[in-house]
């Protein structure tokens, strides 16, 4: 069955990075996109960003540009998310999530980045 | 971009349907038959319910079904029951510079 497992929850001060990793199973990994959403606490779904774990292609959200990046290593099957210069208002719980066709499927359990001096 | 427009509450009793829309504009759920729903419960991660406007993936009872006109797509929930109660959202594609656009998201309520 496919699986999408993310790391664990993260406290950082502002001004910090938080990279935050997404490990697939149950399906051939290179085949198919993963999206970021994230989620602020009581808030709806914001799309961040995608990637293409083929080719390595990615696209971000205008909001996030130069701010977040994906990366992904296709010998584990993993994609990761990096943020940037954090900011209170980065605090959420950050989904990755598969994509069928264009929208996203599958979703991961969630990481929770609080941001906090 | 904004959000796409959902209303932020609904109920329904036990058996009865509720429909939940979902407002974009041409640019992005009127432009592309690629919107989806998710179903959220408090504290879990969103669950696909429907994709490509109508299509329901294997699993999803079919008491939930989706529709779309002009630029306003729906979710119709048949037969309610208390397990439904949830937070619903709405995504659209929205070409290749946004890409991707949720719904602020509704509490469907069952009473």
């Known amino acids: 069955q496919v699986q999408l497992v993310q790391s664990g929850a993260e406290l950082k001060k502002p001004g910090a990075s938080v990279k935050v990793s997404c490990t697939a199973s149950g399906y051939t990994f290179t085949s198919y996109d993963i999206n970021w959403v994230r989620q602020a606490p009581g808030q709806g779904l914001e799309w961040m960003a995608w990637m293409n774990p083929n080719n390595g292609n990615t696209g971000y959200a205008q909001k996030f540009q130069g701010r977040v990046t994906i990366t992904r290593n296709t010998s584990i099957s993993t994609v990761y998310m990096e943020v940037s210069s954090l900011r209170s208002e980065d605090t959420a719980v950050y989904y990755c999530?598969?994509?069928?066709?264009?929208?996203?499927?599958?979703w991961g359990q969630g990481t929770l980045v609080t941001v906090s001096s | 971009q904004s959000a796409l427009t959902q209303p932020r509450s609904v109920s329904g009793s036990p058996g009865q349907s509720v429909t939940i829309s979902c407002t974009g504009t041409s640019s992005d759920v009127g432009g592309y038959n690629y919107v989806s729903w998710y179903q959220q419960h408090p504290g879990k991660a969103p669950k696909l319910l429907i994709y490509d406007v109508t299509k329901r993936p294997s699993g999803v009872p079919d008491r939930f079904s989706g529709s779309k006109s002009g630029n306003t797509a729906s979710l119709t929930i048949s037969g309610l029951q208390t397990e439904d109660e949830a937070d619903y959202y709405c995504?659209?594609?929205?070409?290749?510079?946004?890409?991707?656009?949720f719904g602020g998201g509704t509490e469907l309520t069952v009473l």
């Open positions: 995504c659209s594609y929205a070409g290749s510079y946004t890409f991707i656009i």
């Open positions: 999530a598969r994509v069928l066709g264009i929208l996203p499927d599958y």
